[in-house]
């Protein structure tokens, strides 16, 4: 119970900071990596200035022995793309491609199936945001077929 409240929290802590850094974009490319960076090193227990030196398979290789909960790999693969993007804004394309690497890494040792064109504002948002359309088959409600005769 301790560990899924645990989690809760890292979750929650991350996508706080991606809708804030979403809803203020293009305002501060810079703050907003930064910010979002700052949240991903917290989810992953990371001090930034580390994340910021590992290459990809290190970074794997550190989540994997540090007991990073596999639970938190969508959110923090779609982070690090959001990262990039907000690095590309800023004229970062050296740190941008860092973060890609890692985001491909990391999802393919996750079994994560995302891209960098996934973690772009507006798929991101949709990642979020789930179109909220109940389809019936999902929710278990048979539609009334009588109701339409």
Do not use: H
């Not at 810079?30 to 992953?44: H, K």
């Not at 949709?126 to 109701?147: K, Q, R, V």
């Amino acid at each position: 119970m301790l560990q899924n409240d645990y989690l809760m929290r890292q979750i929650l802590l991350l996508v706080e900071a991606i809708r804030k850094s979403l809803m203020e974009q293009k305002a501060d490319p810079r703050g907003d990596a930064e910010m979002v960076e700052a949240s991903l090193a917290q989810a992953m227990d990371l001090d930034p200035a580390f994340l910021e030196s590992l290459a990809p398979e290190s970074l794997v290789t550190i989540l994997q022995l540090g007991g990073f909960d596999e639970q938190l790999a969508p959110y923090v693969t779609r982070s690090l793309g959001l990262a990039a993007y907000y690095r590309r804004e800023f004229g970062d394309e050296k740190g941008a491609k860092l973060r890609i690497q890692q985001l491909d890494a990391l999802a393919k040792a996750y079994a994560v199936d995302v891209t960098y064109e996934d973690c772009l504002p507006a798929p991101f948002e949709d990642f979020l945001n789930p179109d909220e359309e109940e389809d019936p088959a999902i929710t278990g409600w048979p539609e009334d077929e009588t109701s339409s005769n």
